[in-house]
């Protein structure tokens, strides 16, 4: 019994010879396709646009996007709030790594075993 993966395309045989790529063809002539517009992508671009948000706290009107968010996530962190202090202390910090160890401080062994499978 042939294994999974053994065969190999019967090249003599002409219908296989008529769907292969001509010498100097591409096989994607168009391209990959253009991306289509994301809300991720519209917002990046209006961040550095002048907000037009009044702000009920009257913020002075000749910000951005970008320089109001970050101003109130910082209001955030001066009010006390750990998760906005937490992401912002990863995003300047880096997170912290986590050190993964077994009892008593010893290293974890893994072991892997394959096994080939018949079909």
């Not at 968010?69 to 986590?98: F, M, P, T, V, Y």
Request: charged residues 30%; glycine residues 6%.
């Amino acid at each position: 019994m042939a294994e999974l993966g053994d065969r190999k395309p019967q090249q003599n045989n002409d219908s296989f010879k008529k769907h292969q790529w001509k010498k100097g063809q591409s096989g994607n002539p168009k391209g990959r396709p253009k991306k289509a517009f994301s809300i991720t992508s519209l917002a990046k671009e209006m961040l550095d646009e002048q907000a037009d948000y009044i702000s009920p706290h009257a913020l002075p009107q000749d910000k951005t996007w970008r320089q109001m968010i970050a101003r109130a996530w910082l209001k955030k962190c001066a009010e006390g709030d750990i998760s906005a202090i937490r992401e912002l202390n990863e995003r300047l910090e880096g997170r912290a790594s986590q050190i993964i160890s077994g009892a008593n401080g010893e290293p974890i062994i893994l072991k892997v075993v394959y096994e080939k499978i018949r079909l």
